[in-house]
């Protein structure tokens, strides 16, 4: 019987067909869905968040990884499901209003559901009112706005405006993008800021009161 420990290996080394044969492998062997989730995959997910920090891997290793992790979730989900098991925490994630760019916003948005949240994907070109309403609609805890482009930072800031006066409970805000900065982010009343996917993992997790 395989390990969830050789599932995290798989996972980190980003190898899709032995991360799909290994979850089939510990689902046949009697192992709960939940604990494949949670003990092997997001465990794989954070080792390559941290490789990603310290620079040992770049964006395509990063993909590889959040590609084999989705594999397996699409046999996994609908067994959650059914089971009635959801991740405990909600992000809304989008590029802003007036930017079509998506790059950094998927690998984001892979990064975490690799940490077992549950994320929905706005695409590009979101307006503050669409961020909004899938919030509402969702009981979202973490909004991230994503920017490539200088000319729409006021467009970010026009939407945090709105997200923070919205009177939603805990509602945490977090952006992130090639011309943002931390001292961007302090400014427009964001809560928080990532300048990459690993660090993203870490700030949602923060932000959510979980230990990052």
């Excluded at 706005?145 to 405006?161: D, F, I, N, Q, W």
């Amino acid at each position: 019987m395989p390990l969830l420990s050789d599932l995290t290996a798989a996972v980190a080394a980003g190898k899709r067909t032995d991360t799909v044969r290994l979850t089939q492998e510990l689902l046949a062997a009697g192992t709960s869905p939940q604990d494949v989730v949670e003990k092997g995959l997001v465990p794989g997910m954070a080792i390559v968040g941290d490789r990603f920090k310290r620079n040992e891997i770049f964006v395509p290793e990063m993909l590889v990884a959040a590609r084999a992790m989705k594999e397996a979730l699409k046999l996994l989900e609908p067994l959650l499901a059914a089971a009635g098991i959801k991740p405990k925490y909600t992000a809304i994630i989008g590029t802003v209003q007036g930017d079509l760019h998506d790059i950094g916003k998927n690998l984001i948005s892979m990064m975490w559901r690799g940490a077992n949240f549950a994320v929905i994907d706005l695409g590009t070109n979101v307006t503050a009112e669409k961020y909004l309403a899938a919030a509402k609609e969702h009981k979202a805890n973490i909004v991230g706005l994503s920017a490539l482009l200088t000319t729409t930072m006021p467009s970010m800031k026009e939407t945090v405006r709105i997200l923070k006066s919205s009177g939603l409970d805990g509602l945490k805000v977090v952006i992130g993008g090639a011309p943002i900065t931390q001292e961007f982010a302090n400014d427009i009343g964001a809560d928080g800021y990532a300048a990459d996917a690993g660090s993203a993992v870490d700030l949602a997790k923060r932000l959510v009161g979980e230990a990052a």
